[in-house]
């Protein structure tokens, strides 16, 4: 059972990236990056139970943490910086 949900979060991030390369506006991939870290979280916490590691869990929360920031600080500077002149 494990197996099958790392190869479904496998195929959810391949799914993401190419959602992120082929977004039509900023925020669309935006979302997908977003979206990306929260499947690797899941991927970082699923096969650390499966390997059998002790401090997945830690791992995993900090680099969620660093997920929720990193977004924060992009949709900030989207917020004030329009690329395209489109109206957000």
Do not use: C
């Not at 900023?26 to 979302?31: G, P, S």
């Not at 990056?33 to 979280?41: E, L, M, R, W």
């Not at 830690?58 to 500077?77: S, W």
């Amino acid at each position: 059972m494990i197996a099958a949900a790392v190869v479904a979060l496998l195929i959810t991030l391949a799914l993401t990236l190419i959602r992120a390369f082929m977004g039509p506006s900023i925020y669309d991939r935006i979302l997908a990056v977003n979206s990306f870290g929260t499947k690797t979280v899941l991927l970082i916490v699923v096969g650390g139970h499966a390997l059998g590691w002790f401090s997945y869990i830690d791992i995993a929360l900090m680099y969620a943490l660093v997920n929720f920031v990193g977004t924060l600080a992009v949709m900030r500077f989207f917020e004030q910086y329009n690329p395209r002149g489109e109206e957000l």
